[in-house]
């Protein structure tokens, strides 16, 4: 059988039977999260499935691969931003034990080798967790995890990936995303931002509370900037699972 891509909601049982063992599975994992007072709830959830979507095609086009997409999980840890409203989360124990659910569901069905592709930072130990423990339970599958914005250089205009600022509001706008009441889209002024990384992971509400829950100044976003970070973020990410492919298992 040749190289094949397939929605998996899409698919018959009789297709994935035969795709799946040869196949790479993506999922996109997201959330439904407050962006501030200006960007979609679903923003991450949205951008990880375009961008598990883009890289399947490439990689399929480019390298030859059969990929299966799954449905992307649209919802996340994201109890930090419950604060703020407008946001659906689960526990980081319910998560895990649904992304685990899915997984074992995956490999139940014929998977070998699946590449969960996150789209929120604080799923991020949660992915991590439940990749590592479904491979540790099962010969013959390998499962691979990483956050898509990991995929993209650096840029100096750019805090990658921020939260609701110029990188994910130019990726959104890339996708076409307008605010629902029909009008232009208007960037509010980030006068604060996070503080900068740290090798201590700090949590707490003062940190997002003091930030209004995003953390740095959409203004500048544009379309033709996120549809640079999707090329790029996709075009890496299908030379990923073209390697993964390779995988042994």
Not at 15 to 30: C, E, F, K
Not at 138 to 151: C, M, N, P, Q
Not at 178 to 197: F, I, K, N, S
């Amino acid at each position: 059988m040749g190289a094949m891509i397939l929605s998996w909601d899409e698919a018959t049982r009789e297709q994935l039977n035969a795709a799946l063992p040869t196949s790479v599975v993506v999922l996109p994992v997201g959330a439904v999260e407050q962006h501030g007072p200006h960007l979609a709830t679903g923003t991450d959830s949205r951008l990880a499935a375009l961008l598990a979507a883009a890289a399947a095609r490439r990689a399929h086009e480019e390298h030859g691969v059969s990929v299966v997409v799954a449905p992307a999980l649209p919802f996340g840890a994201s109890a930090h931003h419950l604060p703020f409203g407008g946001t659906l989360s689960l526990t980081a124990a319910t998560m895990l034990a649904v992304l685990t659910d899915l997984l074992r569901s995956m490999i139940a069905s014929g998977a070998t080798r699946i590449v969960v592709v996150n789209g929120h930072g604080g799923n991020s130990g949660v992915v991590h967790a439940a990749a590592a423990d479904v491979a540790a339970g099962h010969d013959g599958v390998a499962v691979a995890h990483l956050d898509y914005w990991r995929l993209v250089d650096p840029r100096a205009d750019l805090n990658v990936p921020g939260h609701a600022g110029r990188f994910e509001t130019s990726m959104m706008l890339a996708t076409g995303w307008t605010p629902p009441d029909g009008e232009a889209y208007e960037p509010p002024r980030r006068a604060g931002a996070l503080p900068p990384a740290e090798v201590l992971q700090v949590h707490s509400r003062r940190r997002w509370r003091d930030i209004d829950g995003w953390s740095d100044d959409p203004a500048g976003a544009d379309p033709a900037t996120g549809e640079e970070i999707v090329a790029l973020a996709a075009a890496a990410l299908a030379r990923h699972l073209a390697t993964f492919a390779q995988e042994p298992t």
